[in-house]
């Protein structure tokens, strides 16, 4: 509906024109009413109406001065001039400043409804073209836009014409619950609808929007994306590249964003994806089930729970899938229970990571949410099953060796898991046991191997690897130097000659 402002400095007439217009049928209505020019001016700019319909003689500003004071102070809408004077002068001048129509009084109804119809028609064909002209120029500039992200030198060419060269950076917005995308895409166009640095398109069929930053500090883009980020939560991914100098390197900005963006399962962690969550190399190989099985077993939880983030943070690589991160995980679980069975072979087996357990990470949106759980359950089966009682340093030490002597074990090795310096914990480790660590390993080895031979029919080197010699000349020597007896020897005093 038109907007309408009637102004004369006649109440009769104003009145007159309210009576006689069918305002509804022409989709207008009036929406105040001035007594002067000057009343007019004012009128007009507060109240912005479409159509004017004024005196052309009045005290002040007459219509015309009126009409010329509005046009230079921004007003758009159509003048019809009402005038009591048929001098051609009057008529030339309104022409001039671009008045819809100039009516001689007394007014004809038919005459000034058909005027004020023709000014309404004229606004709505004005109002059309204008939103079909903003149309083609968002569509030519989302087309540029699109082009410069995948790095069309024509496309690089015109945004570089029209923006010059500056820094840029890209970004990704993805609304995760498809209920919401709509309102939630919608939110983010308003969000920077004021500021002519962002432009804003959809890069793919789902709606997902790319979000161009220009000239602006990279900081500021991260601190409003993190503001982004909180006001949508959980329900959104957000993305970013890295930080380019020139409109060339836009799609390289763009092309980051849109790999996190394609792998959120991996690198979403409830915050912005950031370029440096991406790791460029491959992580070296881990044994990180044989490290967290170690950890559990002195109920390190700090240790326990820095080893899960680094090995969260070396499936951060590229080329890592949603499906191979999964694998991973699982196969993590597997190699850790495997490894706390053999030192816990006497523990309640609920007390254990279940079947039930690894099946259920396959349920995990992320990554981040898939360690997480993982986290909590290693955790969780640590305290139930090696909890932390009054025992000293060194008897959790004493009490790993005795679990783990088949293993390689060094000083060295131990020192890291327990976080000493390694010659402080071998002279400790003296002052407790009476005996230094080489000593104290083998003689827990030598014992548990008099026991395999005395007890089994495994033949020598068996025995040796069973309880840690990978070297059997070594083992021959230290067992002999233990017992006074070779390994066979003191195998055929039990009847068990090979």
Not at 4 to 10: A, F, P, R, Y
Not at 121 to 148: P, T
Not at 302 to 323: C, H, I, N, P, Y
Not at 432 to 451: H, M, P, S, V, W
Request: net charge negative.
């Amino acid at each position: 509906m038109f907007k309408v402002l009637l102004v004369d400095d006649e109440p009769n007439v104003r009145q007159g024109v309210k009576m006689m217009i069918p305002w509804t049928e022409i989709d207008c209505e009036v929406i105040g009413e001035a007594e002067d020019g000057d009343d007019g001016l004012n009128k007009i700019m507060s109240l912005d109406p479409d159509i004017v319909v004024a005196d052309i003689k009045m005290p002040g500003k007459t219509g015309i001065e009126m009409t010329q004071a509005a046009k230079a102070l921004g007003f758009k809408g159509k003048v019809i001039i009402l005038s009591g004077y048929s001098d051609f002068s009057y008529a030339k001048e309104a022409i001039a400043l671009g008045v819809e129509n100039f009516i001689l009084k007394p007014v004809d109804e038919d005459e000034l409804t058909d005027a004020i119809k023709a000014a309404g028609d004229k606004i709505r064909h004005d109002r059309e073209r204008k939103i079909r002209q903003d149309i083609g120029k968002e569509y030519q500039s989302e087309q540029m836009l699109r082009g410069v992200f995948f790095g069309s030198d024509n496309s690089i060419s015109m945004f570089e014409e029209r923006y010059g060269h500056s820094g840029f950076i890209v970004a990704i917005f993805a609304q995760v619950d498809g209920d919401e995308k709509a309102a939630a895409y919608s939110q983010v166009r308003e969000y920077f609808a004021n500021e002519e640095r962002v432009h804003i398109i959809p890069v793919d069929i789902s709606g997902v929007l790319g979000v161009l930053f220009r000239t602006m500090p990279k900081n500021d883009v991260y601190a409003i994306l993190n503001e982004v980020k909180e006001k949508f939560g959980q329900k959104a991914f957000i993305s970013v590249g890295e930080y380019v100098i020139d409109a060339a390197q836009i799609k390289q900005s763009f092309a980051t964003a849109e790999y996190l963006y394609k792998n959120r399962f991996v690198y979403d962690e409830g915050k912005v994806a950031m370029p440096s969550c991406i790791n460029r190399e491959p992580a070296p190989d881990a044994e990180y089930a044989s490290r967290i099985v170690a950890y559990m077993q002195i109920n390190d939880v700090e240790k326990l729970r820095l080893s899960v983030d680094k090995f969260t943070q070396s499936l951060r690589v590229v080329g890592m899938t949603a499906e191979r991160a999964r694998v991973a995980c699982i196969t993590l679980m597997l190699d850790v229970r495997a490894g706390l069975i053999r030192q816990i072979a006497d523990k309640k087996p609920e007390n254990l990571i279940t079947d039930e357990f690894i099946s259920g990470l396959e349920d995990s949106d992320t990554l981040a949410e898939m360690t997480g759980r993982i986290k909590d359950e290693l955790i969780n089966v640590s305290n139930a099953n090696f909890a932390r009682s009054t025992k000293s340093n060194m008897e959790r030490v004493v009490q790993y060796i005795k679990q783990n002597y088949n293993k390689e074990l060094r000083l060295e090795m131990l020192a890291g898991i327990f976080d000493y310096n390694s010659a402080y914990l071998g002279k400790v480790f003296h002052q407790y046991t009476g005996d230094n660590f080489n000593n104290y390993l083998d003689n827990i080895r030598i014992t548990e191997a008099k026991r395999l031979l005395e007890e089994s029919d495994m033949k020598v080197y068996e025995v040796a690897e069973a309880v840690g010699y990978s070297n059997i000349n070594y083992f021959h020597n230290k067992f002999k130097k233990n017992t006074g007896f070779s390994p066979m020897a003191y195998k055929k005093q039990f009847g068990h000659g090979e």
